[in-house]
């Protein structure tokens, strides 16, 4: 299976931030990488897909980047709804695989 | 806008049969791949296998064989058997709909929290 690691496993910011967070595969994913927002008791939410699409109706201050083995979340300006919790997930060879996911909590 | 609405029980016994059915509103349900996905209390989330309207199948080798999804194109319904369940099956259990020719999660379902205990 390909293993995907996040860092870091939490992170401290405030409002207006520029946020960063890391997924690594232990192979090569191509482009292959989506992320997901969660937050407490609801479901995932598509945010970027092809390691840089973002989904359609997400806020343009999401971005992704990245190919092969590394990627990144960027948050550029961080708002008070996007204090949750964010996952990659692999899609590129079964079984699909997601990281241990980032907790982005208020500083 | 597809809505996915699942149901099961909750509460299960250790060497049961955890069972969930997953019913697709809206969209086409022709059209994609249909995944049962998994998060442990506290943890990360596990993709269990994905099914297509024809009824093609893929499973996560983890399970082990214990995992069977199945399809009701009648019903716009697919679900999962999870057989043999121990504590560490207790976890939420999400239905979702995988992008039609990429397999990131595009619409996922409330989820339901199964409990495995004596």
């Known amino acids: 299976d390909i293993q995907m690691t996040q860092s870091p496993s939490t992170l401290s910011a405030s409002v207006g931030d520029r946020v960063t967070i890391t997924c690594r595969a232990s192979?090569?994913?191509?482009?292959?990488l989506a992320w997901y927002q969660q937050k407490p008791g609801k479901a995932p939410k598509l945010l970027i897909y092809?390691?840089?699409s973002l989904e359609s109706g997400v806020p343009s201050r999401f971005s992704g980047s990245g190919s092969g083995t590394e990627f990144t979340l960027t948050i550029s300006s961080l708002q008070p709804d996007d204090f949750a919790t964010y996952c990659c997930?692999?899609?590129?060879?079964?079984?699909?695989?997601f990281g241990g996911g980032t907790k982005v909590e208020i500083e | 806008q597809v809505q996915l609405q699942q149901w099961g029980a909750g509460l299960l016994k250790p060497s049961e049969t955890l069972s969930l059915t997953c019913a697709v509103y809206?969209?086409?349900?022709?059209?994609?791949?249909w995944s049962w996905i998994r998060q442990p209390p506290g943890k990360g989330l596990e993709w269990l296998g994905e099914?297509?309207?024809?009824?093609?199948?893929k499973y996560n080798p983890s399970l082990k064989s214990r995992v069977t999804i199945s399809v009701d194109t009648s019903k716009n319904q697919f679900s999962l058997r999870l057989r043999s369940v121990t504590a560490a099956d207790t976890a939420v259990y999400y239905c979702?709909?995988?992008?039609?020719?990429?397999?990131?999660?595009?619409?996922w379902g409330r989820g339901t929290l199964v409990t495995v205990s004596s």
């Open positions: 809206g969209g086409s349900f022709s059209a994609y791949y």
């Open positions: 979702a709909r995988e992008g039609s020719h990429s397999r990131f999660v595009v619409s």
């Open positions: 997930q692999q899609y590129d060879t079964y079984p699909l695989t």
């Open positions: 099914i297509s309207h024809g009824g093609v199948t």
């Open positions: 092809s390691a840089s």
């Open positions: 192979q090569s994913i191509r482009p292959w």
